[in-house]
């Protein structure tokens, strides 16, 4: 598609109750980030797929956190027994390379989702 | 664990007029990226910085990366309106950006 498409918009889950985001990234795009960003704030890193590997998934807050990318296109961010500290908006990028891939060139540029809120009662 | 500090943190200014947001770390990166977030929309990057001292103009936004690729400025000259968001800066990891700590900025008509 033609920008990165993420859903739902918005969601609001009861405590303990376990909710299930989607990214569909820029088709072709190697990278692809998910974020966690409070109301003002930066984005957080949460997790890091090259294609349907994810290679870094430390900034996964805990294990009830779990992030896959199965055919390398589509991935779901899954968040099981939903905490009240869990709400934020979580955002998705796609880039064609891995950030230190070709600097400068274009190939390492973010393109981000509008994000999911998720509002945990 | 490689943190990027904004300052400030908030800025309320009038229309025309001219600031400054830094973005400082302690680490190196091999680059860095500026961009702007509106409510309700994900991040549009600004642009790149690679090359330490590097600097990089915008329209009325100039950009500069320090020498040691530890910092950054953004200089917006003659603030509009348009202007308002949260600016964050990004520094390149391997697998990762880090994103600031985010300045939000409202120009005042």
């Known amino acids: 598609g033609a920008g990165v498409s993420q859903s739902p918009r918005y969601k609001v889950a009861k405590r303990g109750q376990d909710v299930a985001l989607r990214c569909d990234p820029i088709?072709?795009?190697?990278?692809l980030f998910w974020y966690q960003q409070a109301l003002g704030q930066g984005p957080e890193f949460l997790t890091y797929?090259?294609?349907?590997?994810?290679?870094?998934k430390s900034g996964l807050p805990s294990d009830r956190f779990f992030a896959e990318r199965p055919e390398g296109s589509v991935s779901t961010l899954k968040i099981q027994r939903t905490q009240q500290e869990d709400s934020a908006v979580y955002l998705c990028?796609?880039?064609?390379?891995?950030?230190?891939?070709?600097?400068?060139?274009?190939?390492?540029?973010?393109?981000f989702g509008a994000g999911s809120r998720l509002t945990v009662l | 664990t490689q943190l990027l500090e904004q300052s400030p943190q908030f800025l309320s200014i009038q229309e025309g007029e001219n600031l400054t947001v830094y973005c400082n770390s302690s680490?190196?990166?091999?680059?860095l990226q500026w961009y702007r977030q509106e409510p309700g929309e994900g991040p549009v990057l600004l642009v790149t910085?690679?090359?330490?001292?590097e600097v990089k103009k915008l329209k009325r936004l100039t950009f500069q990366f320090g020498d040691a690729r530890k910092d950054s400025s953004l200089h917006i000259t003659a603030a509009q309106p348009g202007d308002t968001g949260l600016y964050l800066c990004?520094?390149?990891?391997?697998?990762?950006?880090?994103f600031g700590t985010g300045t939000r900025l409202k120009v005042l008509a």
């Open positions: 680490s190196v990166f091999s680059s």
């Open positions: 910085v690679v090359t330490g001292g």
């Open positions: 990004a520094g390149a990891g391997t697998y990762k950006y880090i």
């Open positions: 990028a796609s880039s064609l390379l891995l950030p230190s891939g070709r600097v400068g060139s274009g190939a390492n540029v973010l393109t």
């Open positions: 088709s072709g795009h190697v990278s």
């Open positions: 797929f090259q294609n349907e590997a994810q290679l870094d």
